[in-house]
C-alpha cells in the first residue's frame, strides 16, 4: 500500500511517499525571504532523519538553488548525512533554480530504496568520479545517472553549444556501455539547457542526430510513424549547472534481462501528439510496471496544442489548466490521476505566476503535492509554465 505524508515547518514543507522499499522525498522551500542557511539545515536534518529511520539509500539526489549557494547546501547536507551515518559521497545534480519565493534556494528531489538482500546498490563511477547509482531487482539492473555533460576540451576550453550536447549523449551512452547496458535502455532524462531560449534548436538538432546514430530514431522525419518509435521521456528545460557548461542531464535507464518481469512503454497522448513530429525526440511519458508498483515518468509539458502550436499566448491561467489537463488526460490511461503524484518539479517563467498557480492548485485539490517550484525559462519564449512529474500506483490499484 502506498503511504504519503507531509510535515509542514515555518519555512518549507517535505512530503514522503513510500511503497514497499520505494522512497520518495520532496523538500520545498515555501516562504518569501527565508533565511536560506538556516532552511537548509532544519531541512537536511530532517531529510537525513527520514533516510535513516526507514533504512534507505539515496538512488537520486537533485537540488535547485542559486549557483552561490551550492557549497553552502552541499556543506549542510554532508553535516547532516554525517551525523546521522548516511552515505555523503552519492552524487548530485545540483541545478540553477531561482525559487518561486525569493530564497537562494527552492528545494531537493530524493528517491531512495530501502536497503534489502536482494537489492544490491552501487555507485557507479567515471574516470574516478561518482556519477549515478545502479541496483538489481525483478530481473533488471537499474541505472540514475547524475550530472552528465560535455566537459571540456583538452585544452581546458569550451567546445560549442551544439558539439557539447552530442558529447553529452555519448559519454551517457559510454557509461551505460560499461556497465552492460546501452542508451537504448534510457527510460527518462532531465536536461537542463542554459540560455535555452537562444539555441533550443540546435539543442534538439544534436539530439536528433545522436538517436539518429544509435539506431533510436532512424531517420526521425517520417511524422507517419512517430507514435510507433520507442523514446525515452524528457524534460528540458532552462537551467545552468555550476560547472558553467551549457547542457548536463540525469538519465533514468533500465536493462532487462531475458528474464525479467519489468514491463515498460511509452505514452503519447491524445491531447498532445508525439514531440518528433516537430523536432524534439522525447515521448510524453513512460510507463514502468513491476510486481508490486505502476510508476508514470511525465515528460516536461506546456501549453501546446495537438499540432505542436503554444496555445493561450499572454494568458497564465488558461496555460496552467491546459498543462494540467493534457496531464491528467495523458495519465488516466493508465488509471492515475493528479493525486497519485510522488515527484513534481514545476517551472514557471515569471515569479509573479506563482499566485495564480497557487488559485488552481487549491481548486483542484492539489495544493499539498509533492513539487519543487522554480523559476525558469521554457523552450519558447511565449510558454510560461510547464510541469515534469512522476506518479506511482501500488499492484492494488487498476
Known amino acids: 500500500m502506498i503511504k504519503r505524508a507531509i510535515e509542514i515547518f515555518p519555512s518549507f514543507k517535505i512530503f514522503t511517499t513510500s511503497l514497499q522499499n520505494q522512497l ?82 527552492s528545494g531537493v528531489q530524493i528517491r531512495a530504496l530501502k536497503a534489502a538482500p536482494e537489492t544490491r546498490i552501487r555507485t557507479i563511477m567515471d ?32 567546445r560549442d553549444r551544439k558539439t557539447q550536447s552530442e558529447i553529452m549523449f555519448r559519454q551517457a551512452e559510454k557509461i551505460l556501455r560499461a556497465e552492460g547496458a546501452a542508451y537504448q535502455d534510457v527510460v527518462r532524462t532531465w536536461i537542463y539547457i542554459s540560455n535555452i531560449l537562444d539555441w533550443y534548436d540546435d539543442f534538439n538538432a544534436a539530439r536528433n542526430k545522436f538517436f539518429s546514430e544509435y539506431g533510436i530514431i532512424g531517420n526521425g522525419k517520417s511524422q507517419s510513424q512517430a507514435e510507433q518509435i520507442y523514446l525515452p521521456a524528457s524534460t528540458g528545460i532552462e537551467g545552468r549547472s555550476p560547472s558553467n557548461l551549457p547542457t548536463t542531464m540525469d538519465v533514468f535507464a533500465v536493462h532487462r534481462s531475458p528474464e525479467s518481469t519489468i514491463q515498460i512503454h511509452p505514452l503519447y497522448g491524445t491531447k498532445q501528439r508525439s514531440p518528433l513530429r516537430y523536432g524534439s525526440a522525447f515521448s510524453r511519458a513512460v510507463v514502468i510496471k513491476d510486481s508490486e508498483s505502476k510508476l508514470i515518468l511525465v515528460s516536461g509539458t506546456a501549453s501546446i496544442d495537438e499540432q505542436g502550436n503554444s496555445v493561450f499566448i499572454g494568458d497564465p491561467e488558461a496555460q496552467i489548466r491546459h498543462t494540467l489537463q493534457v496531464i491528467s488526460s495523458l495519465i488516466a490511461e493508465e488509471g492515475a490521476t493528479l493525486q497519485d503524484l510522488c515527484e513534481t518539479t514545476l517551472f514557471l517563467k515569471r515569479r509573479q505566476d506563482m499566485a495564480v498557480y497557487q488559485s488552481i492548485a487549491e481548486e483542484l485539490g492539489m495544493t499539498n503535492i509533492p513539487s519543487v517550484n522554480v523559476v525558469a525559462d521554457v523552450c519558447r519564449s511565449e510558454l510560461l509554465f510547464e510541469l515534469d512529474a512522476a506518479f506511482i500506483l501500488s499492484k492494488e490499484k487498476p
Not at 535513516?52 to 554532508?78: A, H, M, P, V, Y
Open 24 to 105: 520518495y522525498i520532496t523538500a520545498s522551500v515555501t516562504r518569501h525571504e527565508t533565511d536560506a542557511e538556516r532552511t537548509a539545515e532544519e531541512m537536511y536534518n530532517k531529510i537525513a532523519d527520514l533516510l535513516s529511520n526507514s533504512s534507505s539509500q539515496i538512488i537520486l539526489e537533485r537540488c535547485f538553488g542559486n549557483i552561490d549557494f551550492q557549497t553552502s547546501l552541499l556543506k549542510k547536507r554532508n553535516h547532516a548525512f554525517r551525523t546521522h551515518s548516511i552515505e555523503t559521497n552519492t552524487p548530485v545534480t545540483y541545478v540553477e533554480g531561482a525559487s518561486c519565493y525569493e530564497c537562494k534556494f
Open 127 to 158: 574516470e574516478g568520479i561518482s556519477k549515478g547509482r545502479a541496483w538489481n531487482t525483478d530481473g533488471s539492473t537499474f541505472f540514475l545517472l547524475h550530472d552528465i555533460n560535455g566537459g571540456k576540451s583538452h585544452n581546458g576550453e569550451h
